[in-house]
């Protein structure tokens, strides 16, 4: 019920940047036995996401479901090849949206308790309505191991790379150059916010979109674009996803 038959031009596969990093050769294997040697037509390291394509028809595609619709709670499914074992089903629940991990500024991770192990890494995350609501990505883990805390790139996001990918062979990324830190209640409080919320300016770049637009140092950055800034983490998202070129109002 979740099948339907795609073209041969759309025989392409999302998977992680850091599983066809220095590959060589890929061989992707299906359900049925059949093997197929794929090419990369686009990777992205900062988001972990990479496109490859195959030369095959008639090949079953998964629905893609909505991120935003997720919610904390929720049961989903993972499906991958940990150690080797084809086909692999394991199962949890969301246990927060947005999450932030260090070094890793562009992708609003879902965070899961589904096991995920070595040979989860660029498998779907489904919801229960059998839709892809994520690309498994990576784990937190002090022994190397599952320890109950899995993190997936929403597939919008995903989406939205392997587009750029495909289209135009690189991602454009906007920016405004500002170095930023969190607001923290201390800070709310001098600031006279009513919340811990936002992105504070610790410094603007010479010459840059920010200082043009006559941001200074001290503001605290509420909206970007229309969208909210409840965590500094969330700012190089959304400027991210902001074409290059375009203009956008900012509260601060």
Known sequence: RIRKVVPEAAAYILTNAHVVEAAEDITVKLNDKREFKAKVIGSDKRTDVAIIKIEATGLPAVRIGDPEKLRVGEWVLAIGSPFGFESTVTAGIVSAKGRSLPQENYVP?????????????????????????????????????????????????????????????????????????????????????????????????????????????????????????????????????TKPGSRAVVQI
């Open 109 to 241: 991770f879902i965070h899961t308790d589904v096991a995920i192990n070595p040979g989860n890494s660029g498998g779907p995350l489904f919801n229960l309505k059998g839709e892809v609501v994520g690309i498994n990505s990576q784990i937190y883990s002090r022994t190397g191991g599952f320890m109950g805390l899995s993190f997936a790139i929403p597939i919008d996001v995903a989406m939205d790379i392997s587009t750029q990918l495909r289209t135009a062979g690189r991602v454009s990324r906007g920016r405004i150059g500002v170095v930023i830190q969190e607001v923290t209640k201390e800070l709310a409080d001098s600031f006279g916010l009513t919340k811990a919320a936002g992105a504070l300016v610790n410094s603007v770049e010479k010459g840059g979109p920010a200082e043009k637009a006559g941001l200074e140092p001290s503001d605290v950055i509420l909206k970007f674009d229309g969208k909210a800034i409840n965590s500094s983490s969330d700012l190089p998202r959304i400027v991210a996803q």
